[in-house]
């Protein structure tokens, strides 16, 4: 069972960028179709941006493209969001998630098999 681990978030001003990483084990990311999700106080849980295995489908949610930038390193086991341009409405804490439905790109959180647990970004006005 893969175990994943996020970094990268903090507080940061409106228009500035941040770097989220997901580091895994126990499991080559490779093999999971890759999310990001997030959830701002008092609202539910939404997808952000993932990737299928292959990489051939990429997905973001409206509010981020343009702005975010989901990768995958391999040969570090590690799952990247850059955020761009960010905005207060982008605060949220913001988790990683793997699917073992491995070859689409999921915006159904309930799709995720294994979940961090969770940084926190927060950018002020």
């Known amino acids: 069972q893969v175990q994943l681990v996020e970094s990268g978030g903090g507080l940061v001003q409106t228009g500035g960028s941040l770097r989220l990483s997901c580091v895994a084990s126990?499991?080559?990311?490779?093999?999971?179709?890759m999310a990001w999700l997030r959830q701002a106080p008092g609202k539910e849980r939404e997808f952000v941006a993932g990737l299928s295995r292959t990489e051939v489908i990429v997905k973001y949610t409206d509010s981020v493209k343009g702005r975010f930038t989901i990768s995958r390193d391999n040969a570090k086991n590690t799952l990247y969001l850059e955020m761009n341009s960010l905005k207060p409405e982008d605060t949220a804490v913001y988790f990683c998630a793997a699917s073992r439905f491995s070859g689409y790109v999921s915006f159904a959180t309930n799709d995720y098999n294994y979940w961090g647990q969770g940084t926190q970004v927060t950018v002020s006005s």
């Open positions: 126990g499991g080559t990311l490779n093999t999971y179709a």
